[in-house]
């Protein structure tokens, strides 16, 4: 059950269709984004769960950090993922070029679904759609453990929280993991960003270099 006073994912709008091959995975009010506990070398790898621990969606790095061909041709200084759902359908590509301090996403047909822009340090992004509308910020604390996550215009919509992997994981393995709670209604767009912005923060700070 929803916590009081707060809107069923059902009833949320959905009014920015961009993923087109499969319906929008991450329809849920939160979710878990794992590393697995394997060590893939200079690949970087995550699991998408809801808090039923189903597995939603999977991104897997598609090759070693540079020169990845992406749809055709070398891409210096970038690392591209792979998000498929747990049944290996595309649902996009995510694209973090490193020297721009950009990430683009990409529907399966290779239209840009949206870019997360890194603005001042590494504790602000910016989430801009397919259409080049802000329709995110993302600020994170002293930490870089807690980030929380705002609309246009200020209002809260959603945060991100690093949590505890466990002690062998944590010690052992590169296993990292994060938690997005969704706080009121938001578009699609909007979800899919903040749900691929825990990716982009391990990446960017705690992930296989």
């Not at 091959?21 to 979710?31: E, G, S, T, W």
């Not at 509308?133 to 604390?141: A, L, P, Q, S």
């Not at 505890?164 to 296993?175: C, I, N, V, Y």
Request: proline share 7%.
């Amino acid at each position: 059950m929803p916590a009081a006073g707060r809107v069923p994912p059902s009833l949320w709008p959905r009014n920015c269709c961009i993923l087109t091959v499969v319906d929008d995975p991450f329809d849920f009010q939160a979710l878990r984004v794992h590393q697995p506990g394997r060590f893939l070398p200079n690949r970087a790898s995550y699991e998408i769960f809801n808090e039923q621990r189903q597995l939603l969606a999977i991104a897997t790095e598609t090759g070693a950090h540079t020169r990845i061909n992406f749809p055709s041709k070398p891409l210096p200084d970038a690392r591209v993922l792979a998000v498929t759902t747990a049944a290996n359908e595309p649902v996009l590509t995510l694209i973090k070029h490193h020297r721009e301090r950009v990430t683009e996403l990409h529907t399966p047909e290779g239209e840009l679904a949206g870019r997360i822009r890194a603005t001042h340090t590494t504790r602000h992004y910016t989430l801009i759609d397919g259409q080049g509308e802000t329709v995110g910020k993302v600020v994170g604390d002293l930490a870089l453990k807690h980030f929380m996550v705002t609309g246009a215009q200020g209002a809260e919509f959603a945060w991100l929280r690093k949590t505890w992997a466990g002690f062998t994981k944590e010690m052992l393995t590169p296993s990292d993991h994060y938690k997005v709670e969704f706080t009121a209604p938001v578009s699609r767009s909007a979800r899919l960003l903040t749900v691929m912005m825990a990716i982009v923060l391990d990446l960017t700070l705690y992930g296989p270099m």
